[in-house]
């Protein structure tokens, strides 16, 4: 084989194990040459409050997607649930009470997420489209669409920080560890990625692929609940119509960090470095005055990139795997 066949493999390999790193890496300097503010210690301190959101959402939507479903109601779940935190809040002064309330809401609409979807065997596409509705509703009529401010204290955990490293960072770190302790060492975690790949065999094999759904639905659940307060906590209101698109930032950041959008393919990592690149990228554009409505075409730009380059890869790897079974 000649040095240049050599290289072409080599570079394949190197590009379909770390792409997706030197993409990260080839951001970050791109960002920094297009706006020298970008490194300032103000600018990733808020960069960083604003991804720990969404990434956390990523992990839900990861979870979701391995097991062959997905979520598009964790935008408006999370601006209902955080707008209760915060009214129960300013009813209580504690903040265990907030994140209780919280979770317990997130854990409520997912749980009807997963009925809808495990037992009466509608598409999660429709019924969490469903849920995205209610859910938005509800929180615009339990205020009339109006926002909650004077919070006080409440935005202590989305806007402080201990030491240097802010509070929401330590929030996505810890369920990055959660998530990749459930992917890599569960009994749970295998049956995500055999419900994934394959729903009928992974029946045949003695799984409760129904329970599976509905236990993933749940995990996704406490993250949208922990994500309401950090957001609601990082913009200092209780927001009714907050959060909006953020189901799209997360299935872009899970699919773009390696998850196969027709499930059983994802790690939690990948999910890391994918939500990082779309929150740079967010960045930058605002840094470089992009305008708004164009910022909108170039995010959409991005699912359908992401969403195509998934296809293409899974059917390259399909027709590596029917060529070797013929070379046999």
Request: proline share 2%.
């Amino acid at each position: 084989m000649s040095g240049i066949g050599k290289a072409r493999i080599t570079w394949s390999s190197i590009s379909r194990s770390y792409g997706i790193y030197i993409a990260l890496f080839a951001m970050i300097i791109l960002s920094s040459v297009i706006n020298p503010n970008f490194f300032s210690a103000e600018n990733i301190s808020n960069v960083t409050r604003q991804i720990s959101v969404t990434t956390i959402l990523a992990f839900g939507e990861t979870i979701l997607i391995i097991c062959g479903l997905l979520d598009l109601s964790c935008g408006s779940v999370l601006a209902l649930a955080g707008l209760l935190s915060v009214i129960s809040y300013k009813a209580t002064g504690s903040m265990a009470v907030a994140f209780a309330v919280a979770i317990g809401v997130a854990l409520f609409c997912n749980y009807l997420n997963a009925m809808m979807v495990a037992l009466l065997n509608a598409p999660a596409f429709i019924a969490t489209l469903a849920m995205q509705t209610m859910a938005r509703g509800c929180a615009l009529l339990l205020t009339k669409g109006q926002d909650v401010y004077q919070i006080g204290n409440y935005t202590k955990v989305g806007q402080g920080s201990i030491g240097f490293i802010p509070i929401p960072l330590l929030f996505l770190v810890g369920l990055f560890l959660a998530t990749w302790y459930i992917l890599n060492n569960t009994r749970f975690g295998r049956a995500l990625y055999a419900v994934g790949g394959n729903q009928e065999a992974a029946k045949a094999s003695g799984i409760n692929v129904r329970g599976t759904k509905v236990t993933a639905f749940m995990v996704n659940g406490l993250f949208v609940g922990i994500a309401g307060v950090l957001f609601m906590s990082r913009v200092n209101a209780g927001l009714p119509n907050g959060a909006i698109n953020y189901e799209f930032q997360g299935l872009t950041s899970s699919i773009i960090g390696g998850t196969s959008f027709t499930g059983g393919v994802g790690t939690a990592g990948g999910t890391v470095v994918g939500s990082f690149i779309v929150g740079f990228l967010n960045n930058i554009l605002n840094l470089a005055n992009v305008n708004s409505y164009l910022q909108q075409i170039v995010r959409g730009a991005i699912i359908a990139l992401a969403v195509i380059y998934d296809i293409w890869t899974k059917n390259r790897r399909t027709r590596s795997l029917v060529r070797g079974m013929a070379a046999k």
